[in-house]
């Protein structure tokens, strides 16, 4: 068997999953959606349940909307409800000229502020993809500045940030030590921070003591 990396969750809008051309693969390569020139095999889409049904739900994050289907875990639709607002990991499929999610983690998301916050997220991404400087001519706009979190009460501090940053810098590409970014950090009540970014989808565990950011 093949050594088989695990595909960075790229955040993106559902329209673009949508119209993206999904590319089937054969054999152990992960089958894909070309997004602004990305080869993208697991999303990662902050939004509204608007239905539900068995072992379905269907989301919408304001561009379009798009099932995820529960097929191994039905149980984990049981706890979401129709209004609720998710962040959803996973790996975009098609059958039958559809599309749809494969979700991967499921977190229900209390404030409603970070959904602005994705907004100008990918609203800074897709202007930056579009903005392509020219050699010959410098652009004369001064860069946008990137979309700050919403405050709420763990992010007040920035200590979340600063476990992101350690993280980002500790890791060489096979993940950062989870008590070296501890340490390193020096943040308070580190656990918990790191234990919420993963419940968040903003960062996963890639083995027992390492972590990384998705």
Do not use: F, W
């Given at each position: 068997?093949?050594?088989?990396?695990?595909?960075?969750?790229?955040?993106?809008?559902?329209?673009?999953?949508?119209?993206?051309?999904?590319v089937q693969k054969h054999g152990w390569d992960p089958n894909y959606i070309e997004i602004q020139n990305k080869k993208i095999s697991r999303v990662n889409i902050l939004a509204a349940i608007i239905s539900k049904e068995?072992?379905?739900i269907t989301i919408d994050d304001g561009t379009s909307n798009i099932a995820i289907r529960f097929f191994n875990e039905?149980?984990?639709?049981?706890?979401?409800?129709?209004?609720?607002?998710?962040?959803?990991?996973?790996?975009?499929?098609?059958?039958?000229?559809?599309?749809y999610i494969?979700?991967?983690?499921?977190?229900?998301i209390q404030n409603k502020k970070w959904i602005e916050h994705r907004k100008k997220e990918l609203e800074l991404q897709e202007t930056t993809t579009e903005r392509?400087?020219?050699?010959?001519?410098?652009?004369?706009?001064?860069?946008?500045?990137?979309?700050?979190?919403?405050?709420?009460?763990?992010?007040?501090?920035?200590?979340?940030?600063?476990?992101?940053?350690?993280?980002?810098?500790l890791?060489?590409?096979?993940?950062?030590?989870?008590?070296?970014?501890?340490k390193e950090s020096r943040v308070k009540?580190?656990?918990?921070?790191?234990?919420?970014?993963?419940?968040?989808?903003e960062i996963y565990e890639i083995r027992p003591g390492k972590l990384k950011i998705l």
């Open positions: 068997m093949p050594d088989i990396k695990r595909q960075t969750a790229v955040k993106c809008t559902i329209k673009q999953i949508k119209e993206g051309n999904y068995s072992n379905t039905p149980e984990k639709a049981d706890n979401l409800s129709i209004g609720d607002i998710i962040l959803i990991i996973g790996r975009p499929r098609e059958y039958n000229n559809e599309r494969v979700p991967e983690i499921t977190r229900k392509q400087p020219s050699k010959e001519k410098p652009l004369e706009e001064e860069p946008k500045q990137a979309a700050k979190p919403p405050a709420q009460e763990e992010y007040l501090d920035n200590e979340p940030l600063k476990l992101l940053e350690t993280i980002k810098q890791d060489k590409g096979e993940g950062a030590d989870t008590e070296t970014i501890i009540n580190a656990e918990k921070h790191i234990q919420d970014l993963v419940n968040e989808g």
